[in-house]
Structure formats: structure tokens, C-alpha cells
């Protein structure tokens, strides 16, 4: 009998798989925006101190940002 339920049930085993697989592929792509938002927001600090930015689309800019990333730990966490 355990052979029988092995092969029925290796569909739904293969679907847990499947399921996984993409939870952990959407938590890796998660991290890498929360990383290029990151690496985003030190340039546009380097960007004011070198003058290229004045402060208030340093400000605006900064906020944009800081919501994105604001958002994504709240949908992480």
C-alpha cells in the first residue's frame, strides 16, 4: 500500500516543490530591490555632495525612495 500512495500522492509533492521554489525565487527578487534601492539611495546622496542635485530633489527624490523601500520590509516582515 505505500507504494500506491507514493505514486499518488507525487503529484502534490511535486506541487509543494513547485511552490517553494517560486516562494523562494519572489523572497531573493524581494531582497534585491531592497539592495538596489539601498545602492539608489547612496548615489543620490553622492550626486548632492558633489553638487550635480540641489537639496530639494535630493528631498523629493530621497522620499520616493525611502517609501519604496518602506514598503517592501512591510511586505517582507
Known amino acids: 500500500m505505500l507504494i500506491v500512495d507514493d505514486i499518488l500522492l ?5 506541487i509543494g516543490w513547485i511552490v517553494r ?11 534585491g530591490q ?4 539601498t545602492a539608489e539611495l547612496r548615489e543620490l546622496y ?6 550635480k542635485i540641489s537639496e530639494p530633489e535630493y528631498e ?5 525612495l525611502l517609501d519604496r523601500l518602506q514598503l517592501l520590509r512591510q511586505r517582507k516582515g
Request: hydrophobic share 40%; glycine share 6%; no cysteine.
Open 10 to 14: 507525487s503529484p502534490l509533492h511535486g
Open 21 to 31: 521554489e517560486v516562494h523562494q525565487a519572489a523572497k531573493q527578487e524581494v531582497a
Open 60 to 64: 523629493a527624490r530621497e522620499k520616493e
Open 34 to 37: 531592497s539592495e538596489a534601492l
Open 46 to 51: 553622492m550626486l548632492l555632495e558633489t553638487g
